[in-house]
């Protein structure tokens, strides 16, 4: 749905809700909150709870605080916000877009920190505000109710999906106010691409993490490890080609180097979700993948065996559950 362009109504006096507060959303809000912008944390009762009673606590690389903020299981909370970072699951995207469409004011802003490459377009058909893109860089997990673990970087690419250009003047307003709480901020002219590189990381190491339930410095000493994510690598850098994106894959494994060394500690968000017995994203994700390989009909074996293996373990989850 077309949007029109609107004046960059965000700053330091902006209200602030995030969206399915966990690991990602409560770092960036309790960052927020933390130099006293007006955060409202909407996320799920066990840790809404804690925050009310004690703070949000992060444990974070550079300090350890409990930082007050507000909190809440109800949505309706977005109702007087400036700016909504929407940090739910990408399986969850359309029918919170939908909720969101009947809350929202006119001016609100929807700044996207979500995994995968299809939520924005998602959310720009079913919102009449503006959606605008972040590519997260974070390595968080919630420890517990209330408890914020970082474990590294922080930084995020921000930019436009669609018709370039429109939200300069916002992305800058938003990029001012991440930036004045300690979160640096690039604005892309090419956030796609940026999206598909998340992506691409996304589909080479979380299923893996997820599988073995690892950390990727520990994962990557395993020789066959290494085979695995070089092949899931070269299938995703053939797709990504075909739907006109393209990367050098020389930078590509060089990067993915760097990520495993400075996030050696990290388990992948879909590892996460498979310890607490959640449903994962791998749809979003290498399933996804999957699904565009065949669209242009290159094979994707390997992200097709990392897709069931996960859903393989969901299932196993939901079952000792029942």
């Known amino acids: 749905m077309a949007t029109t362009a609107l004046p960059p109504s965000i700053s330091r006096a902006s ?57 809440t299981t109800e949505l309706s909370a977005v109702a007087n916000a400036d700016l909504v970072l929407l940090c739910v699951k990408s399986p969850d995207t359309a029918v919170t877009g939908r909720a969101l469409r009947e809350l929202l004011s006119p001016h609100a802003v929807i700044l996207s ?3 995968g490459v299809d939520n924005v377009p998602t ?10 893109a972040a590519v997260v860089y974070v390595a968080t997990a919630m420890e517990g109710p209330g408890h914020l673990k970082h474990n590294g970087r922080g930084e995020l690419v921000l930019g436009e999906m669609g018709s370039v250009g429109t939200h300069q003047a916002t992305l800058q307003a938003i990029a001012a106010l991440l930036g004045s709480a300690g979160i640096p ?25 997820a599988v073995g339930q690892i950390e990727y410095g520990r994962m990557v000493q395993v020789p066959e490890v290494r085979v695995l994510l070089q092949r899931l690598c070269d299938e995703f850098l053939a797709v990504a080609a075909a739907e006109g994106v393209h990367f050098d894959a020389t930078d590509v494994r060089a990067k993915l180097e760097t990520l ?17 017995g959640k449903r994962t994203e791998i749809d979003h994700l290498n399933g996804l993948l999957h699904q565009l390989g065949q669209r242009h009909g290159i094979p994707t074996p390997t992200h097709q065996t990392m897709l069931a293996l996960v859903k393989l373990r969901e299932f196993t989850a939901q079952s000792s559950q029942a």
Request: proline content about 4%; aromatic content about 8%; some cysteine.
């Open 185 to 209: 901020c690039e604005i892309s002219a090419n956030v796609k691409e940026a999206l598909w590189y998340k992506f691409l990381l996304n589909c080479v190491v979380n299923a893996v993490s």
């Open 113 to 115: 920190l979500q995994n």
């Open 15 to 71: 209200r602030v809700a995030v969206v399915g507060a966990g690991a990602v959303g409560c770092y960036y809000g309790g960052m927020l909150a933390r130099q006293g912008v007006d955060v409202t944390l909407i996320a799920r009762p066990q840790h809404v709870q804690a925050i009310q009673a004690n703070g949000l606590y992060m444990d974070c690389q550079t300090f350890q605080a409990h930082v007050p903020v507000r909190a």
């Open 123 to 132: 959310l720009q058909t079913l919102l009449p505000n503006p959606v605008l």
């Open 260 to 276: 495993y060394q400075t996030m050696a500690g990290q388990r992948s968000s879909t590892a996460q979700d498979l310890a607490r």
